[in-house]
């Protein structure tokens, strides 16, 4: 069955740094699209950033780009999330997500809590 291991949360002060690691299976990983979502308290789940396969093409929530990188790792069936330059509005439990052979297939989240 499909399982996701999401990792690398936690908390960290403003202007800091945090990397999201979320390695999946039982799926053909290599050909699925991986995305980032997030959920703050009290708001609607919103896309963060996709990364699509073969090409590499990303894209990025306008609230993200320039501060935040996704990559993945074909070879470990691992997508990353590289988070910098961490502001307090960033908050919320972020969701990898898979999308392959038009099925969705979601990891069970990790916090990031952004606080001095």
């Known amino acids: 069955q499909v399982q996701f291991v999401e990792s690398g949360g936690g908390l960290v002060q403003p202007g800091g740094s945090l990397r999201l690691s979320c390695a999946a299976s039982g799926f053909t990983f290599s050909t699925a699209v991986m995305s980032w979502y997030r959920q703050a308290p009290g708001k609607e789940r919103e896309f963060v950033a996709v990364?699509?396969?073969?090409?590499?093409?990303?894209n990025y929530a306008n609230s993200v780009k320039g501060r935040y990188t996704i990559s993945r790792d074909n070879a470990e069936n691992t997508v990353y999330l590289q988070m910098n330059s961490l502001k307090p509005e960033d908050t919320a439990v972020y969701y990898c997500k898979a999308t392959n052979n038009g099925r969705e297939y979601w990891g069970q989240g990790t916090q990031v809590t952004v606080s001095s």
């Open positions: 990364i699509v396969n073969p090409g590499g093409y990303t």
